[in-house]
């Protein structure tokens, strides 16, 4: 039951079909038990490598994590990171633009909040909304202001396309890593999920006719998520296509993901200087008096 993060990994420059990627997959655990012992073991490492993250302090690691409405961001972000310091983590979403964020260029209220060295910072919704979300709706586009000659035709989203890939290799040459993680999951199990929202009234808040909405645009979605997907996927900030039907697998895979490349970064505790040892000896001398 091993988790190779390689079978979810959008390779660079492949065209994605959204279609022949699983939105379930054989389970990771055997039983709800196995499943918490297994989740359990990555929030504990993952807890020592932000500790040694924080220590090191030389990179920073950047979480996004994109979906359609039920897919389970939140309950990933809830579960898999339960164990880490809010000293070295932070949690932004990002909704509507406000009127300050469209007078700048659609990078920039993402940018503001990117994690310094030696934090974690989680994207719930990213700079990828404006290829997303936008490409849907170009109503929203028209209201951003830009330029006429911006606006043509399938051309702004490809420059969008390489901005956003040159950002974060600047980022990674500048020592952020960056993972990205698209929650697939299928149309039948997102009805489930509102109806579920409707018939449990503790949930009821989690749900809007907007919802409805936009589930009746899934097939134009799911063009948008495949031109992203394959346009922006690349060896230094790559994308996940995590399986999000079975939620409990969903935060395993995840949490293996994030486990693994926080491995590869290969960090280490300072070692002290020999100034220093001096130093630290000589505090215990006085402490032991």
């Known amino acids: 039951m091993q988790i190779d993060v390689a079978d979810f990994r959008v390779r660079e420059d492949k065209q994605v079909k959204l279609k022949k990627w699983p939105t379930c997959v054989k389970p990771f655990y055997k039983s709800k038990a196995h499943y918490h012992e297994r989740l359990r073991a990555h929030i504990e490492q993952l807890s020592a490598q932000e500790d040694l993250l924080y220590a090191h302090d030389r990179y920073a690691v950047l979480l996004i994590f994109q979906a359609m409405d039920a897919a389970g961001k939140d309950g990933v972000i809830k579960h898999v990171m339960s164990g880490?310091?809010?000293?070295?983590?932070?949690?932004?979403?990002?909704?509507?633009?406000?009127?300050?964020?469209?007078?700048?260029?659609?990078?920039?209220?993402?940018?503001?909040?990117?994690?310094?060295?030696?934090r974690i910072g989680i994207f719930n919704r990213s700079y990828y909304e404006e290829v997303l979300i936008v490409r849907v709706h170009p109503e929203i586009l028209r209201g951003q202001r830009l330029p006429a000659e911006l606006l043509d035709g399938d051309k702004i989203w490809e420059t969008r396309y390489r901005s956003i890939v040159d950002l974060e290799k600047h980022l990674h040459r500048n020592g952020t890593r960056i993972i990205k993680f698209f929650l697939h999951v299928s149309k039948e199990e997102q009805r489930k999920r509102f109806l579920s929202r409707i018939d449990e009234p503790e949930k009821n808040w989690k749900f809007s006719l907007a919802d409805v909405a936009e589930r009746k645009l899934w097939k134009q979605y799911m063009k948008a998520y495949e031109a992203c997907l394959s346009a922006t996927s690349t060896r230094h900030a790559p994308w996940y296509v995590v399986p999000a039907d079975d939620k409990e697998n969903a935060r395993l895979i995840t949490s293996q993901i994030i486990v693994d490349t926080f491995k590869n970064m290969k960090m280490a505790y300072p070692k002290p200087s020999a100034q220093r040892r001096r130093e630290l000896q000589s505090i215990r001398r006085q402490l032991a008096e």
């Open 84 to 118: 880490i310091n809010p000293q070295g983590c932070q949690v932004y979403s990002f909704k509507q633009p406000s009127a300050e964020d469209l007078d700048h260029d659609f990078l920039w209220r993402t940018t503001r909040r990117l994690p310094e060295r030696g």
